[in-house]
């Protein structure tokens, strides 16, 4: 099996992949002071919840956007499995043209989610990945990596208000009953959570517009205008009860695209 290991801002999710299907998954906060050996123990102590073990493990592939972390997830995973992993990185071969400028400024994790999008779900196609900030990332009809949108994630903004705003308290960050609130809590929620599903949705809407005006034929323009949107990262499920604009809420998106880029390199 594969170790799949998604370093974000915030959290890292891990997973064991058997043929290309995430069997086991694990979430943990993100600490840029953690050292090699206190993620090699986290590790181990993972797998033993699952009665499995280092043995159980073949290679493992990271993507990461906190550099301290990719190079003490590095060591951890050198010395836990005697090889060193393979890190996904913009700048490498990775399985998907890049159509921007500096390839090497992508994201590990972005690239990811495309790679995977692509190859599941078909090209053109659209990833919305709620994390500590929300990125989509646009594959065009010709499977090409094409770029996308950042923005600050709902858990920022909930923050941000909350610590600015004093008469504000921290408000559970629920779908609201409607998008008028009738409490400052629903005014809150409706604020952050369908402010959110409602920033998707028009970003969407504008993407897939280009995507129509670049196609070369009637047949493309229409796959522009209806092309799959995923929803992945920690908050999919939340936002994906708020809106409609998603064809699939993917879970585990960018641990399989992890994987599938280790494979490519490994076939």
């Known amino acids: 099996m594969i170790l799949s290991i998604d370093v974000g801002n915030t959290q890292t999710t891990i997973g064991l992949i058997e043929d290309g299907e995430v069997r086991h998954r694990w979430r943990l906060k993100?600490?840029?002071?953690?050292?090699?050996d206190e993620l090699h123990a986290r590790l181990r102590d993972f797998l033993g919840l699952r009665d499995l073990s280092l043995g159980f493990v073949d290679a493992a592939a990271v993507a990461s956007v906190v550099p301290v972390l990719t190079t003490m997830w590095r060591i951890a995973l050198e010395d836990a499995l005697g090889e060193t992993p393979f890190l996904v990185r913009g700048?490498?071969?990775?399985?998907?043209?890049?159509?921007?400028?500096?390839?090497?400024?992508?994201?590990?994790?972005?690239?990811?989610?495309?790679?995977e999008a692509?190859?599941?779900?078909?090209?053109?196609?659209?990833?919305v990945d709620f994390g500590t900030a929300t990125n989509i990332d646009v594959v065009d009809g010709s499977g090409r990596y094409r770029g996308g949108c950042i923005a600050p994630g709902l858990m920022l903004s909930a923050s941000a208000l909350f610590a600015h705003a004093a008469k504000l308290a921290s408000t559970p960050i629920e779908v609201p009953p409607a998008a008028i609130g009738d409490t400052t809590e629903?005014?809150?929620?409706?604020?952050?959570?369908?402010?959110?599903?409602?920033?998707?949705?028009?970003?969407?809407?504008?993407?897939?517009?280009?995507?129509?005006e670049e196609a070369d034929d009637i047949e493309a323009r229409t796959a522009a205008l209806t092309c799959p949107v995923i929803a992945t990262g920690g908050l999919s499920r939340i936002i994906g009860t708020a809106t409609d604009v998603f064809d699939e809420v993917d879970m585990n998106l960018t641990l399989r695209g992890i994987w599938r880029i280790?494979?490519?390199h490994n076939a």
């Open 186 to 212: 629903h005014a809150i929620q409706s604020g952050l959570v369908l402010g959110v599903a409602a920033q998707a949705e028009g970003l969407v809407a504008r993407i897939r517009s280009q995507l129509a």
């Open 91 to 115: 700048g490498r071969d990775c399985c998907m043209p890049i159509a921007m400028p500096y390839p090497e400024q992508v994201g590990a994790d972005r690239i990811a989610n495309a790679v």
């Open 262 to 264: 280790w494979q490519h």
């Open 118 to 127: 692509r190859d599941t779900y078909g090209a053109p196609a659209i990833v």
């Open 30 to 36: 993100t600490d840029r002071d953690d050292t090699s």
